[in-house]
C-alpha cells in the first residue's frame, strides 16, 4: 500500500507557472508515477506518466510540463509553465504498474494508487 499526497497547488496568472509535488509514503522506484486532472463537471483526464517504460504526454501540455521524479526522496514532481485557464483543475497523482501501453497509461481505471489532489487555478 502506497499513500500519495499532493502539494503545490494554487492561483496563479495565465503564463506563470508552478510545480506540484507528490510525495509517496512508501518506495516509488517499481511503480509508473502518473499526474491527472479533473476540471469541474469533466472526467478525469491524463496529464503525463513516468515508468521505466519510457514517459507520455497528454498533447494538450506536452512542451508546457515537465514530469520528474525523486525515487530517494519518494517524490514525483510536475513542473507546470505557460499556464492558461484550461489548466484550471484539481490534479492528482497516481501510481500504477511499471509497464504500460499508451492506451493503458491514459486510463485512470490502469493505477493503483491516488493521492487527494490539490487544486490548481489559473487566471485570465
Known amino acids: 500500500q502506497v499513500q500519495l499526497v499532493e502539494s503545490g497547488g494554487g492561483l496563479v496568472q495565465a503564463g506563470g507557472s508552478l510545480r506540484l509535488s507528490c510525495a509517496a509514503s512508501g518506495r516509488i522506484s517499481t511503480y509508473a508515477m502518473a499526474w491527472f486532472r479533473q476540471a469541474p463537471g469533466k472526467e478525469r483526464e491524463f496529464v503525463a506518466v513516468?515508468?521505466?517504460?519510457?514517459?507520455y504526454y497528454a498533447d494538450s501540455v506536452k512542451g508546457r510540463f515537465n514530469i520528474s521524479r525523486d525515487n530517494v526522496k519518494n517524490t514525483v514532481y510536475l513542473q507546470m509553465s505557460s499556464l492558461t485557464p484550461g489548466d484550471t483543475a484539481v490534479y492528482y497523482c497516481a501510481a500504477g504498474p511499471p509497464r504500460w501501453s499508451r492506451t493503458e497509461a491514459t486510463s485512470p481505471t490502469t493505477y493503483w494508487y491516488w493521492g487527494q489532489g490539490t487544486q490548481v487555478t489559473v487566471s485570465s
Open positions: 513516468m515508468s521505466r517504460t519510457g514517459t
